[in-house]
């Protein structure tokens, strides 16, 4: 079983909807990612927060909004998506992002999203 | 700026004969490096990790890596393959003294294991 929870698991919406993502870890991490995954492709990183502040934004299109509102819970908020965006979204944690961290990555079994 | 390479986009395996997806990478400074698994409608699975010390690394499910500096490569082993572990395969590196815990992937390999 995963640790890291992500709801919804699959999401089709319109053009038009307003929708969020959610993730949720409980291992104490100071750090969430979000990462877009097309089939068979490596993960794209999107956003990366390190306690509970936006520190890294990979150039990611305002249709794409992130939110912390704590330690443990990460959301996407989603708006005026496009086809292309159609993919899986995952989620990840881990203990931090300083310059010597080792520790992994800990991945959700992600969302799927179409876009109609 | 890092890069991964994953060679081949498919490996073919027999079940119970070894295996070995390969990696390589390059980097500014020391790397950290990562395998990753991902089965169908799953999320990445964490494997194994190289840090420092001994280049043999061992893993979860059997999997081990061996990094090698010079030939810049951490290739990802089993002595025994078995069908369940047919799946995709990511490899990742960091640069040591990276902000961010940027990890920076492979395009993947999908291992095939046929009974």
């Known amino acids: 079983d995963t640790e890291v929870t992500q709801t919804p698991k699959h999401l089709v919406m319109g053009m038009t909807n307003k929708k969020s993502l959610k993730c949720e870890q409980h291992m104490g991490h100071r750090a969430m990612y979000w990462y877009k995954q097309k089939a068979k492709k490596p993960p794209e990183l999107m956003f990366v927060?390190?306690?509970?502040?936006?520190?890294i934004n990979e150039s990611v299109p305002s249709r794409f909004s992130p939110e912390c509102p704590n330690s443990s819970l990460l959301n996407l908020h989603l708006h005026a998506l496009q086809p292309e965006d159609s993919a899986l979204y995952l989620c990840?944690?881990?203990?931090?992002?300083?310059?010597?961290?080792?520790?992994?990555?800990?991945f959700g079994d992600g969302t799927r999203l179409s876009i109609l | 700026a890092q890069s991964v390479a994953q060679p081949e986009d498919q490996v073919n395996v027999a079940e119970g004969n070894p295996l070995t997806v390969k990696c390589t990478y390059s980097v500014s400074g020391n790397p950290y490096l990562f395998w990753y698994v991902q089965y169908p409608n799953r999320g990445l699975q964490f494997l194994l990790k190289y840090i420092t010390g001994d280049n043999l690394v061992k893993g979860s499910y059997g999997f081990e890596a061996e990094f090698n500096k010079s030939q810049t490569s951490f290739h990802l082993k089993k002595p025994s393959a078995l069908v369940s572990d047919s799946a995709l395969y990511f490899c990742a590196v960091r640069p040591v003294f990276n902000a961010g815990n940027m990890l920076t992937f492979g395009g993947g390999t999908r291992l095939m294991v046929k009974p």
């Open positions: 927060y390190s306690y509970e502040k936006l520190s």
């Open positions: 990840a944690s881990s203990q931090g992002t300083g310059g010597g961290s080792n520790q992994p990555q800990h």
